[in-house]
């Protein structure tokens, strides 16, 4: 795998293009004790502003579940665009933002579920709540397990009532489920990106790590791009390659950033 990133910084170097979309929890960065607590990795952040010098030759993308502005306080690097809640909200490299979604129009939907959430939940030890103001997710992981499955399918009934009167869907994993807009899609939000800031023949590189992720892995596949999954085994994905923790990811990236730095100037 150090190879696919020396081989494609041999290729920057000359003269294609890069676009890399990265994932952060479970990609980039071990998973936080909360999907709220916001702690910055110097050595993360320092690893990006070196690959963040060659905007002429690389655009990075942090393409997130997380909300918009955490991405923010976790990545302060100029010169990448970061994306939060599946790609709603974004800043692009020049630092203007953008929202696809009206606020004030999709939030009553969110507070519905919130409420019922709240209190399905309450003095129930184990579970949390994660407002990212365009979508709502309760994560059971600390939860027994029984109990959880449980719970989780009360709070998908729950939800539906609220979902079938706008435009939302239900999203699961392990211990989880979110409720979030339709657009809120890896997937939809890469093709987006891709048309919204064309790139002619450059190559799509994605790094991702759960099945919010394998919607974008769809899309770089039919973009003739390469998508590289995060996981400790292998499994089934939609991904020509895997990486198994964040540790091995940064390894890839330095690998990436040491190649371009050996045959490009720094804009």
Known sequence: MIELARDLGKKVVEGERL?????YDGTLAEFAPTPDTILPDAELIALLKRLAEYTDHLRIVIMSGRRFSHIQKLLPVPGIME??????????????QVCL???????PFID??????????????????????????LHARLAPE??????LIEAAQMARQVVEKGTFRILGGNKFIEVAPVIADKGQSVSMLLKRFSWPGACIVYIGDDDKDEEAFQVVL???????????????????HRLANPAEVRQWLTALVEQLEKGLQKD
């Open 83 to 96: 994306a939060g809640t599946y790609g709603i909200e974004f800043q692009t490299w020049e630092g203007e």
């Open 222 to 240: 039919k973009n003739d791009g390469i998508p590289i999954v995060v996981a400790a085994e292998e499994r089934p994905t939609y991904a020509l």
């Open 101 to 107: 979604l009206d606020f004030e129009t999709e939030r």
């Open 112 to 137: 519905q579920v919130k409420t019922q959430w709240n209190t399905l939940i309450a003095n129930r030890p184990g579970y949390y709540l994660e407002d990212k103001r365009y979508s709502l997710a």
């Open 19 to 23: 676009w890399l979309f990265l994932d």
């Open 146 to 151: 029984k109990e959880a499955r449980s719970m």
